[in-house]
C-alpha cells in the first residue's frame, strides 16, 4: 500500500497527550521534547498542563510554546481543559505525577462510602485514581 498512512486514516479531532509539568516534565524537558515530537508524528497533540499560573511559567515558556500550555491557576485539570475548549474524551491519555490533580472538582468525591460535603485526603485520591478501593487501604 502506497502512501503516508497518516492521510489515509479519516479527518478526526486531535486527540491530545497531556503533560504535567512539575515533577514530570521539568525533570527532563530534553527527554519531554523529544517525546513531544514523537507524538506529533502519530497525529497526536501533546500539551503541558500545569497547576501553575500564567504568572509563573518562565522555566516552562524556555522549553514550551505558550499555545502548547494550559495554566490551571490551581483548579483541577479536567475543569481548566473543558474551560480551555478541550473535551475530556479528546485525550488520549496523561502524564502526571499527581493524579489527583487531574479529575473534574465533582469527580474526587467518594459519595458511596462517605457523605457528599467529605473530601478525601490526597492519598485517598492516589488510591482510588489507582482503582484501588477505599475499604482496601492499608
Known sequence: ME?????????L?????????????????????????????????????????????????????KSDVIFTSGKQKKDALVEAGIKVDQVAFWIDDAPETIPSHSGIRFTHEKPKEHWFNK???????????????K
Open 13 to 65: 479531532k486531535p486527540m491530545y497527550v497531556m503533560i504535567d509539568w512539575d515533577e514530570t516534565m521539568s525533570l527532563s524537558p530534553e527527554t519531554f521534547l523529544a517525546i513531544f515530537q514523537l507524538f506529533k508524528e502519530i497525529q497526536l497533540k501533546p500539551m503541558v498542563i500545569t497547576l501553575r499560573s500564567p504568572n509563573d511559567s518562565d522555566d516552562i515558556l524556555s522549553w514550551v510554546d
Open 3 to 11: 502512501g503516508d498512512f497518516a492521510q489515509l486514516q479519516p479527518k
Open 123 to 137: 492519598e485517598d485520591i492516589k488510591l482510588h485514581c489507582l482503582g484501588i478501593p477505599h475499604s482496601q487501604k
